[in-house]
């Protein structure tokens, strides 16, 4: 045997913090980027549009095995790749799930598995009934193409949404209207399944958002009593063995109010709920997925200390690029972990991101926060 | 600021290794390679002869800062950067000492470092004197050229060595005589020391060698003394700073039985006694090396858990890559961290390293050797 080649098309951070474990297991892994200087650009190895099926086909000759940074790739290119033999991992009857939320609602309800109240909309009369039988709020979404946010509305009348209505056809047909749920948390339950059908799960992080982008994750997430871990950790199996997920799988969750768990969304790849894993695991989600979609064993997903606390490094503007303020951050927090993704700056963007391992969730909490605001703001 | 492009001359695996800490910090990393499909090929910008000015010149273009793979970059070459004003690190007059051992130990005894007796040699009169005066053995050793136990031999008669004697000149006119030590054990002392000044130790860890070469490493050393870490903490530092270095330095020593700490030889670069930093420790050496030589503040040295263990993976013949066996030694050992250079096989070449980190050192030790055994021997 031979370690796989294996390629990922995307050459955004989760390709480039793929490459790392990649150097560290002596496995050859490409990347087709959208374009040159990408923040994956060191395992560049092609240059091209991911939607055109003769460049996939081209970069997918070079390798034994294709994988993604991101869900984009139009599935007809990858039924293609299938078609003609080409390890897709995951593959395309997968990753419909994760590029169509709708499609994702109906599959996992044949499995009974818990999620907020859900209906597919494709009137304005549809919606308001909906809106009605939730006591005058949703939430609303665009099945395909939304992510940190986008392509999701709160929505209180048909009204709310004309705009998405009078053009629902360039959303396939159909709106998916969700109950707005009173959680009092977010986590998130990461995992991995091989080719093989071998599972491993994380422990479950929770997740702190700011204008539906990920801010901060706690791992483990803090006070979940235990039959809350027994009950993520079976729905993330369920998931990914009925939905036939290979590679990393992150089920995005809501604690509600009334103490039910929550399906909220899929990511089939590495996921920023799981960065944590670089520093507080011993086989990070970037390294899992490489083992997972190329079919060797899973590694450990135990902690390398009590607790981990990632921040994400979110543009300010268009000039701040977060290494101005490295050294100050550095020598204020000789602990942090700090990560950036050679991006050009832009308000609202992932540029990177701080992580703190220790014993002690306070001071991680602490230092990673402190880290981060240096890098942000330079004090 | 922006964060400084860093280029390193070698395209061995500690190149290799620097190159995942790059990326996750978003330095620039370029390396000088010697030949195309190095070790380090993915961050290779140049291929080229080393002790050619104009091809290392036309390198150091391309980077803020100059460091290094291997220590055998001539000293003329380093001097003719520097005097042009490019940031060489560590620099030339530092590295005279790492590449000439008689240069170092006469530097080293000014400042009353502990170390082995010695002498210079230049005839086989003085070499039969030394031996006499050490009770009938000495080790003899060439000064310029050593490494993994190359140029170093026992002596019992200067007829033993009467081949380096005729050839002399050869080795810059003088052999060094050492004091065979009667050890308990080897230890190794890692540290960092930045262009600012900024100096960090890790813990001492025991080294074990077989033929000469490093086998494993046991970190933190088991049954260390304060006395004994306090004094080779010291000394790590006073090497440092006495000689000049920048980045990271292995001070090697041997713990003689009669208790005296001495030292044995200088690597001023990331060491095989430091590969476990990479997951045992918060700060790499890889990455420190990178701060260090860039002037970035360090970041810690504390260890990720109690214990460390790493386990060199030495060729076996000219066909074991160990990649054959990952699957296996994956699946029994999924604590392991599993490493390989992406070197072509040959027998005793360092080919890759194993690490486990754990509370637990018996499991580490287990662990580890469980995994290297494996992957040498398929079971």
Not at 68 to 94: C, G, K, M, N, T
Not at 144 to 163: E, P
Request: aromatic residues 6%; negative net charge; hydrophobic residues 45%.
């Amino acid at each position: 045997m031979k370690t796989p080649r294996i390629g990922a098309i995307g050459g955004g951070q989760l390709a480039r913090m793929m490459t790392p474990p990649a150097i560290h297991l002596g496995i050859e892994f490409k990347v087709l980027a959208e374009s040159e200087g990408s923040s994956a650009a060191m395992a560049a190895s092609q240059v091209g549009d991911y939607n055109q099926l003769e460049v996939v086909a081209e970069f997918a000759k070079t390798v034994d095995v294709i994988t993604f940074d991101h869900e984009h790739v139009p599935l007809s290119v990858l039924q293609a790749l299938e078609a003609a033999s080409i390890s897709v991992q995951p593959p395309s009857r997968a990753l419909a799930f994760a590029q169509n939320k709708l499609h994702m609602r109906q599959k996992l309800s044949e499995f009974n598995l818990p999620m907020p109240a859900w209906a597919e909309i494709k009137t304005a009369q549809q919606l308001d009934e909906f809106i009605a039988e939730q006591g005058g709020v949703a939430i609303l979404k665009t099945p395909i193409g939304g992510y940190d946010g986008k392509g999701v509305r709160v929505v209180r009348s048909s009204s709310d949404a004309s705009d998405w209505l009078i053009n629902i056809d360039d959303f396939g047909g159909s709106l998916l209207a969700e109950e707005k749920v009173d959680f009092v948390r977010e986590l998130a339950q990461l995992s991995a399944r091989s080719v093989s059908g071998e599972f491993a799960a994380w422990p479950l992080v929770e997740t702190q958002q700011v204008d539906g982008v990920c801010a901060v994750v706690i791992a483990p997430a803090p006070s979940a009593s235990e039959a809350v871990l027994a009950q993520t950790a079976d729905i993330a199996e369920i998931v990914a063995t009925s939905l036939g997920v290979t590679g990393v799988l992150a089920v995005e969750m809501f604690e509600a109010r009334d103490g039910r768990i929550l399906i909220n969304e899929l990511a089939m790849r590495p996921h920023n709920s799981g960065h944590f894993t670089i520093e507080g695991s011993i086989t990070s989600q970037f390294e899992q997925h490489l083992r997972a979609v190329s079919g060797l064993p899973l590694g450990s997903t135990a902690m390398q200390a009590d607790h981990a606390v990632m921040v994400n490094l979110l543009g300010v503007d268009e000039k701040n690029t977060f290494v101005e303020h490295f050294g100050t951050a550095m020598a204020k927090h000789p602990v942090a972990k700090l990560h950036t993704y050679a991006k050009s700056a832009r308000k609202g963007r992932k540029m990177g991101h701080v992580t703190v391992v220790a014993d002690d969730l306070d001071f991680a909490l602490a230092q990673a926060k402190g880290a981060a605001a240096v890098l942000l703001q330079g004090i």
